[in-house]
């Protein structure tokens, strides 16, 4: 990374401020180059912007010297008025000095490499600048201060030790060591493996926050679940009419209920069809529910036919008796079930409120997340595995057993990039005095 880079860090078009970063090892000769002259770390100057001996702008100029900055190298900020011919001027002023524009993510990827932060910090950065909800945003700063990578800290020392007991054995028979020392590392694996367990008997909870908590509304043609979809999403999203059928495609929406990100979807009514396109909309239906966190099965005394919930609903699910100003509806047993009306809006508050304590149940929890991204839950699967393999070698053959952990301490580097080799042999020398 020997060249300096540039970009724009705030969005594209007309506006009061527009910031420009530089990165690199040409950052303090570009400003110099751009008539800035010397400016004290940290401070904010404002300096005149000049090309070619033309003014380019009157700026407010923050110099960072590496790697005490965002990237570990020198940058700098470019405070400029927001005008287009302002960002264009300054844009090929940085070229013609030698810089290049960031390709997406670098100031971010340098950071990395930098050793300024880890991957999963790294990633935290993104959801930060995604995040649309009171959740996203505190779930991507956990991560962002250092709670996930926390979480994998301690899966670490667990390996780490049981990594440090096998090779041992393996690597230094001759010294002063107890005798089966690596199989005194089964009730250091059989916690980690525990722990590992654990992390992915968790793992939606961080993916439904980072990418939203799946809602499906089911039930027969005409149960009312288009007009609760317009209800809950709070506008006409789903055309509502007396004939039966009208849905026949799975409408989504994307709304806030309780600090969290929901996707709310409408889907066609659930009955037998010949009509080919209805049937393809009750197939998808059907194949969204079972990818649902949530159903809520909407029933009305104005539906006929055979009731789908029957043969589908089942614990966890919730039933929306909807049209109770026009008759009462027999809820399935031992099934949760609310009383409402989307007309009059008798009972929504009550659902508001249900779904928030659902969605608050769900999604919240004592401990951070240890998988946010399914990058993040198929390591953990690898490293599973492995250590399930390592566990199951460790009276047979300790040096598979290494083997195979060492297949578990790459899985997990790949989400922070934090373990090596130097960290077993660290713990090998520390806990057992080899080579003294």
């Known amino acids: 990374m020997t060249d300096t880079i540039f970009a724009l860090a705030t969005p594209p078009g007309r506006g009061a401020v527009a910031i420009i970063r530089i990165s690199g090892p040409a950052t303090a000769e570009v400003l110099k180059g751009l008539g800035v002259g010397t400016v004290k770390p940290r401070l904010a100057s404002v300096r005149n912007l000049r090309w070619q001996e033309q003014l380019i702008d009157q700026a407010l100029v923050l110099f960072f010297v590496g790697p005490n900055s965002y990237t570990g190298e020198d940058t700098a900020e470019l405070h400029l008025h927001g005008g287009r011919a302002v960002i264009e001027a300054t844009g090929e002023a940085l070229i013609g000095l030698g810089l290049r524009p960031a390709e997406a993510g670098e100031f971010t990827r340098r950071a990395f490499q930098n050793g300024r932060m880890d991957l999963a910090q790294a990633e935290a950065v993104a959801d930060l600048i995604d995040a649309e909800t009171s959740a996203q945003k505190a779930q991507a700063l956990g ?3 250092g709670a996930l990578s926390q979480t994998y800290a301690t899966f670490r020392a667990d390996l780490l030790k049981a990594m440090s007991l096998v090779e041992a054995e393996i690597d230094f028979p001759d010294e002063d060591v107890p005798d089966n020392l690596a199989r005194t590392a089964g009730p250091v694996l059989d916690k980690f493996i525990a722990d590992l367990q654990a992390a992915l008997a968790d793992s939606d909870r961080g993916r439904r926050v980072r990418e939203g908590y799946r809602i499906v509304l089911l039930g027969e043609t005409n149960a009312g679940k288009s007009s609760l979809f317009n209800a809950l999403t709070a506008r006409e999203a789903a055309i509502v009419t007396p004939i039966a059928g009208t849905t026949r495609d799975v409408l989504d929406a994307d709304i806030v209920i309780g600090g969290y990100a929901v996707t709310l979807s409408d889907t066609a009514g659930l009955r037998d069809s010949v009509d080919v396109v209805e049937a393809e909309g009750i197939r998808r239906a059907r194949a969204r529910a079972e990818n649902a966190d949530l159903r809520i099965w909407v029933r009305s005394p104005q539906t006929v036919g055979d009731d789908p919930a029957a043969d589908y609903i089942k614990p966890g699910d919730l039933q929306v008796l909807n049209k109770s100003d ?15 009306s989307t007309v009059s809006g008798q009972g929504m508050d009550a659902l508001h409120q249900w779904l928030a304590t659902r969605l608050a149940r769900d999604l919240s929890g004592a401990d951070f997340p240890a998988v946010t991204r399914e990058r993040h839950r198929r390591r953990l699967v690898e490293a599973l595995e492995a250590a399930h393999q390592a566990r199951r070698a460790l009276d047979v053959a300790p040096e598979m057993a290494g ?20 960290d077993v042999l660290g713990e090998v020398f520390s806990s057992f005095c080899i080579g003294k």
């Open 143 to 145: 991560q962002l201060d």
């Open 326 to 340: 026009l008759g009462a509806v027999t809820p399935k047993d031992d099934i949760e079930h609310l009383s409402l």
């Open 403 to 422: 083997d195979d952990l060492r297949r578990v301490s790459d899985a997990l580097s790949r989400v922070t990039g934090a373990i090596g080799v130097e």
